[in-house]
């Protein structure tokens, strides 16, 4: 993007009309978008996503907007690259990682003009707004497959960070798992990083190695599932579809889908009504989908697509009670859900999880 | 396979890459010649190694790509600071960086395209001997190379001329120069040397341990590679202990998760950098302080001045 002089003066302008009107944007007739991405846009998964959405957004919105991405930025970085996107015009900023969340949440008052948008964030402010959708809808079916498909009973889990999108991801897997028989079992391993291939194929090797048949990933690189078709065991792929990785070994991914809500948020900005707001979009929203079934038998598909239907419907609910702590002690008896607060903020596993929390 | 051969298998995959790049730059450094920026070699390794591999079809093809291509970027590195005798540190430090960023762009086309790895070679009668027959003689060839590029440059160092006269490059670039040695020559060997181990090393991550292409794939793995050099104290044999040592607490602790050992995984993925200071801390106590560093090493050489 050249920032001109005109650019510039429309920008002053801009910022001048908003600091009218705090926190409620008026009608652009232009609109820059700026983008910033926690992995490089090839990591093949969740920031390649990100970038896939963003182009949705040109291809739909055409001439009336632009788009500036910045990949790769450590969460240290995020102030200056957020600052350096408000000063060359960028009037709405997606930026895509919950490890810029409170980053965000600390910028986004001292530019007040600039609107923000955190993914997988979990509190609003007048120019910031979340979004994020219910993958554990996709880990619960994950879950399901993972009990059909396992001999040794025993999932392995590459997790990322002790964050609660993971844990209760892994709790959800679980819940699937045992729909289906309640003997399975978990071994999770923490690799600190949501990108390091190297290490992410070692700790699927270590996982197989102790006897793990089904492999879940919570990072974004296709390693895992690459080294599971190697290997000769199962594995779901992350963020995209991750066939092509491993025709052997792919069960199915969550494939993530942010275009529609990009073209819809940059919309709002251009005429006017962009409002923070708090976006949770499930199997039903269309934000994310699973990717086609492969190397499941007809029953097996058939039931996945049942169950997968189900939830999407909300006939099936992966936070139905009842639902108990490790040690016991009980969060909602059965009958109650949990609501969405408490999905984003558990921090415990489940009865039953037989693994440490870090 | 037991359990026991399974992780001494994955441990020697995970410590072969800073093997491999490690005795390259210890080459370098024992010529006198800090080079910082194996980080950018190595990846620039992975890079075109799997670009030429997915180009021609061939992965012999690849790896001689990605040894060109590490050695290249030495070629530069050796202009700036054996040519223009420039700060070694500042120009090691751009290489890493200029590595990083011109990988990403010869990387780009080849973004998800999938390829099959390397497979292992099991060598005939050595890999049925008990035990150590699978883990060390049912490898990929890389493996075999890093065993062989040791015993080379160990042999090379301490029992060759060639070997002496190099290590005198770097004691006292001066010394050799007076005795008619050409130390830029010498020295611009050595750094090609260090590029095409670097390379090699790269290639090993995008053919063999993880056969596809992102950027920055090598998280840091140049700069552990450097950690080790030091650690060995620019002795070939112990840059296997040094390697070997980190590879394995890395995998270790990985398993040590999965088992369920109740440990915070923050602290487990410490626990490799940990032991390594750990262990270089007794090292140097047991004798009794002191730097094993060649003498010259970082000092750049005008000759004639």
Known sequence: MTITRRRTIQGAAALAGAAALPGAAQAQSRLNVGFILIGPVGDFGWSTMHDVGRRRMLEVLGDRVTATQVESVAPPDFDRVANQLARTGSRLIFTTSFSYFQPTVRVAPTLPNVMFENATGTSTLPNLSIYNARFYEGRYVQGVIAARKSRSKTIGYIASFPVPEVIHAINTVMRGAWSVDPQMKIRVVWVSAWFNPAREADAARALIDQGCDVICQHTDSPAPLQLANERGVFGFGQASDMTRFAPRAHLTSNVNNWGDYYVERARAMLDGTWRPGDVWGGLNSGMFRLAPFTNMTPEETSEAERIRDAIAAGTLHPFEGPIARQDGTEVIPAGQRLTDDQIRAQNYFYRGVDVAMP | ?305
């Open chain 2, 1 to 305: 396979m037991t359990l026991l051969e399974a992780i001494l298998l994955t441990v020697i995959t995970a410590s072969t890459p800073l093997l491999i790049a490690a005795i390259g730059e210890l080459v370098a450094e024992r010529a006198g010649v800090l080079n910082l920026g194996v980080e950018g070699m190595m990846i620039m390794g992975a890079a075109a190694g799997i670009a030429v591999a997915i180009t021609t079809g061939s992965s012999a093809a690849g790896v001689a790509a990605a040894i060109l291509a590490g050695m290249a970027l030495a070629a530069i590195f050796a202009l700036l600071v054996l040519g223009l005798a420039t700060n070694q540190v500042a120009a090691g430090l751009a290489l890493a960086i200029f590595g990083l960023g011109l990988s990403g762009v010869v990387g780009a086309p080849f973004v998800g395209v999938p390829r099959e790895g390397i497979g292992k070679i099991a060598v005939p009668w050595l890999s049925e001997i008990p035990f150590l027959g699978p883990v060390l003689f049912r490898q990929d060839p890389f493996v075999y190379a890093s065993f062989a590029l040791v015993i080379g440059v160990a042999w090379f160092l301490g029992r060759t001329r060639a070997g002496l006269v190099l290590r005198a490059c770097g004691e006292s670039a001066a010394a050799a120069h007076a005795l008619g040695f050409k130390v830029l020559r010498i020295r611009f060997l050595a750094l090609l040397f260090g590029g095409a181990c670097a390379g090699l090393a790269g290639a090993y991550l995008s053919l063999v341990l993880t056969p596809f292409w992102t950027s920055g794939m090598t998280s840091g793995r140049g700069w552990i590679a450097l950690a080790i050099v030091v650690f060995a104290s620019w002795l070939p044999w112990r840059a296997v202990a040094g390697a070997y040592l980190f590879g394995g607490v890395t995998i270790l602790q990985l398993h040590a998760q999965g088992a369920g050992v109740p440990v915070p995984p923050q602290a487990m993925a410490a626990l490799p950098y940990v032991i390594t200071i750990l262990a270089l801390v007794l090292i140097m106590r047991a004798r009794g302080g002191g730097s094993a560093a060649p003498a010259a090493l970082g000092t750049p050489f005008v000759p004639d001045r």
